[in-house]
């Protein structure tokens, strides 16, 4: 699985996903431009000591992860989805994109991705989940409908 995330801005939450992926076999995506260094020492902190078991890959913008991984299969979180994200069906190597903490993702992106967009079902009366934690539920979704077939 691949986690990617779009113009993070805060160290502990992408630390925190760093660890996640580290636990999980997930790769890590950043694009740029980050609201942090990855040397940071809140990233760092929160990641512990499994950066050394982190596959991890920096980019310019969303369009070079999608010409690196041009058969991937991507899918992007959102609050203005309208299938949950445990509607889907997702597949070993699947790419799920998370915008940055203070405005998600692009909504034209959103508009031209409608069927592979997913939400993650919470009371109407507020914005939105912590970045790192709406990660862990989606990725964790999707390895329990893959038979997390890289864990255990």
Known sequence: MHIVLVEP??????GNIS???????????????????TSDKYLRRAGLDYWHQL????YDN??????????GRFFYATTKAQKRY???HYLP????????????L??????QNQETALRIPMTITNRSLNLSN??????????RQTGFHELD
């Open 9 to 14: 801005e805060i160290p502990s939450n992408t």
């Open 19 to 37: 660890r996640t992926c580290a636990c999980t076999g997930a790769t890590l995506h950043l694009v740029g431009p980050l609201g942090f260094s």
């Open 55 to 58: 596959k991890i890959y920096e």
């Open 62 to 71: 969303l369009q070079q992860v999608w010409e690196k991984y041009p058969e």
């Open 86 to 88: 445990t509607e889907h």
């Open 93 to 104: 190597g699947d790419f799920f994109v998370f915008g940055k903490e203070t405005k998600g």
């Open 106 to 111: 692009p909504s034209d992106l959103i508009s």
């Open 134 to 143: 709406a990660v862990a539920i989606v990725l964790y979704e999707a390895l």
